[in-house]
Every structure is written in C-alpha cells, then in structure tokens.
C-alpha cells in the first residue's frame, strides 16, 4: 500500500521560506511522477507543480514560477517544495501525490495516491 507523508510545513511571515517534503512508501518510486497541490479554504484544490519520475521534466503552475521549485531524491523516495517569497496568498493545505504513471499532469485525477497534506499559513 502506498503510503504518502507530508512534513515542513508551518507559520511564516511574507516574504519568508519553507520547505516541504513528502516522504513516500510502498511502490518503486522512480517509476512515477510526482505532484504538489494545494488547498486553500473555500477554495478547489490547485495544482503547484509537478516532477516526472526521473525528475528530467518539471512543470510549474503560474503562481509557482519564480519562487518554488519542486525536486525529488529517488534513492530517499522523497519530494522536496522549496517555497520562497512566500505571500499571504500562498496560505493553503499542500498535498503531495502520486501520478499514475511516470508523466507528470497537472489534473488531480491523474494522481492515484494522496497524502494528508500539511498546513502553510503566511502573514502579511
């Protein structure tokens, strides 16, 4: 069964960093892309970005560019969110998933496995 942990996220004024990870189990993690997505309230759940599993492709959603960057260590089963220059806006639940196959998507239902997401709250 595979099974998806969050961590690092946390309280951070605007302007500040955070780095997230996800720490994955329970299949051949190369094998699959990688995606973060999150959740703000009264909000859908959007995507972030996204790695292949051989992490040689990344995609970004718009408000992403420029300030995050997605990364995963294989050998760990790990996938990283660097988030810098964070703003108020970027306060939401981030998730991690697992793609169905090794291309990376940015439609949720594309991803076949979730974890339970961990909390980013920025202050202006």
């Known amino acids: 069964q595979v099974q998806l942990v969050e961590s690092g996220g946390g309280l951070v004024q605007a302007g500040g960093s955070l780095r997230l990870s996800c720490a994955a189990s329970?299949?051949?993690?190369?094998?699959?892309?990688m995606g973060w997505f999150r959740q703000a309230p009264g909000k859908e759940r959007e995507f972030v970005a996204g790695?292949?599993?051989?992490?040689?492709?990344?995609y970004y959603a718009d408000p992403a560019k420029g300030r995050f960057a997605i990364s995963r260590d294989n050998a760990k089963n790990t996938v990283y969110l660097q988030m810098n220059s964070l703003k108020p806006e970027d306060t939401a639940v981030y998730y991690c998933?697992?793609?169905?196959?090794?291309?990376?998507?940015?439609?949720?239902?594309?991803?076949?496995?979730w974890g339970r997401g961990t909390q980013v709250t920025v202050s202006s």
């Open positions: 329970g299949r051949t993690f190369s094998s699959y892309a």
């Open positions: 998933a697992v793609a169905r196959g090794s291309s990376s998507s940015s439609t949720s239902s594309q991803y076949a496995y």
């Open positions: 790695i292949t599993g051989s992490g040689d492709r990344i």
